[in-house]
């Protein structure tokens, strides 16, 4: 593969700017360079990128939307830099016309843009059905973005209420013999749902609302029974809800409600033997049009960069265990043949 190099001049020449660009001791160059595999000279404000020539054109990209970031007087971070690199890197070509217009999710506190291509098209599915299934490791967005959809949803007030609910699978502690109400009981396992919403509406809103019971918070197994109208349903941890729960779940959602389910089938805390209903459901319901499944991969990750290379390593570690499996088995049925 060919190598060329391109100059690139950032404008206007800022010292201070150029500085939160590099970062300390250059560390936010080399992370370009070691993302994207190129080679980046620096002398002021000009740059000389060498490389393939996606990646010459993909770091002239990143540096001039980093340096127009700086305007703003923000200091830049290694997390920032590597989230605008899984931008430039995953964002997939959109399928038609429609999905190539920008996607913006706008809540009162900021406006959040999908920053893959399966991010997109996760975005754009929970717009168009009523059902959706975000699937993938830890860390691809799939519960924030539901939570984002939410907010925008119930700020245009295309919905009355929202809905948070999570199966409570404990790891060696049942809920009844922890202190509290069922609130604080159930609060630790929605955590993460809770940070989302503080940062898209803020402590003191959210509070109001959970206390208006527009933002309820509820266990799956207290959903049985209830039909839910003109809600945005939330079911995060989804692989941990047993096939009979998932029907359940999903035979409570009414007219005007939008229900959105995220999980993890890599990260399973039933009981052995015990079916996931994701991994079920997704066989079930998979060629129902009016559906949406969308499956995220370790490429989508947008947490710290070594958690894109832990997700790999478990994904490489499993297909290198079944491969030996396989492998010893063959073994042993030769053996027995002989």
């Known amino acids: 593969m060919s190598t060329q190099t391109i100059s ?35 002398r002021g404000n000009i740059f000389q990128l060498s490389g393939t020539e996606t990646a010459v054109n993909d770091g002239s990209r990143i540096l001039e939307a980093l340096y127009s970031a700086t305007a703003s007087g923000n200091l830049l971070s290694p997390n920032m830099i590597h989230l605008a690199l899984q931008e430039t890197k995953n964002l997939a070509a959109p399928a038609n016309e429609e999905d190539s217009e920008a996607v913006f999710i706008k809540t009162p506190k900021s406006s959040i843009k999908p920053r893959s291509g399966h991010q997109h098209q996760y975005v754009r599915s929970i717009q168009r059905y009523d059902i959706n299934f975000g699937i993938g490791p830890a860390g691809t967005g799939k519960t924030y973005l539901a939570v984002a959809c939410a907010v925008e949803a119930l700020i245009k007030e295309q919905v009355n209420r929202i809905l948070l609910v999570r199966p409570a699978v404990e790891a060696g502690e049942k ?37 208006k019971n527009v933002i309820e918070v509820a266990p799956l197994a207290y959903m049985r029974g209830r039909t839910l109208n003109n809600s945005y349903i939330i079911l995060d941890e989804s692989q941990n809800t047993t096939t009979a729960q998932m029907k359940m779940f999903l035979t409570r959602i009414g007219f005007g409600s939008t229900a959105v389910i995220t999980g993890d089938v890599t990260q399973i805390d039933l009981p052995k033997g015990e079916r996931s209903g994701l991994v079920h459901v997704s066989k079930v319901l998979e060629g129902i049009d009016e559906i949406g499944f969308t499956y995220f991969n370790s490429k989508d990750v947008v947490r710290h960069r070594l958690v894109q290379r832990i997700v790999e390593a478990y994904d490489d570690f499993d297909r290198n265990s079944v491969s030996q499996l396989a492998a010893q088995d063959s073994a042993q049925s030769n053996d027995r043949e002989n």
Do not use: W
Request: charged letters at 20%; proline letters at 6%; a negative charge.
């Open 8 to 42: 690139l001049t950032l404008v206007p020449d800022n010292a201070q700017r150029l500085s939160n660009l590099c970062g300390r001791l250059n560390e936010h160059i080399q992370q370009i360079e070691s993302f994207l595999t190129l080679k980046i000279q620096q």
């Open 175 to 211: 809920l009844g013999f922890l202190p509290g109400d069922l609130s604080q009981k159930i609060d630790p396992y929605l955590r993460p749902l809770y940070d989302a919403l503080y940062e898209m509406l803020g402590f003191e809103k959210v509070s109001r609302l959970i206390e």
